[in-house]
């Protein structure tokens, strides 16, 4: 898979993950197992990545005596998953095309 659609598409299941509700790190990692692994070292550039562009909000609470990173989508971020959406559907009637059975050619 190209390496930047890989990416974009990392980004679009961290913001999904935090989307209903406000996330760490390792939450973030257990929520998203069921549908695509991801490990620390690949998770928290994403988050880091994703606050700079204002898509994550980030704040630090203590959990058991030690701080922990909590992580809140933003209203852009929202929005940059519905923007995904459409971009997905494109993507979809696009692969629906180049795979589409040929009956001409029977």
Known sequence: MDIQLKRGL??????????????????????MKPYIEISESTLYP????????????VRSAEHNGRLRKYYRITKTGLERIEAFKDEWREIMSIYKFVVREDGKNE
Do not use: F, M, W
């Not at 994403?46 to 909000?57: K, N, Q, V, Y």
């Open 10 to 31: 990392l980004d679009i299941c961290v913001l999904a993950a935090i989307k209903d509700n406000d996330s760490y790190g390792y939450q973030i990692i257990k929520d």
């Open 46 to 57: 994403i988050l880091r990545r994703l606050e700079a562009a204002e898509l994550l909000t």
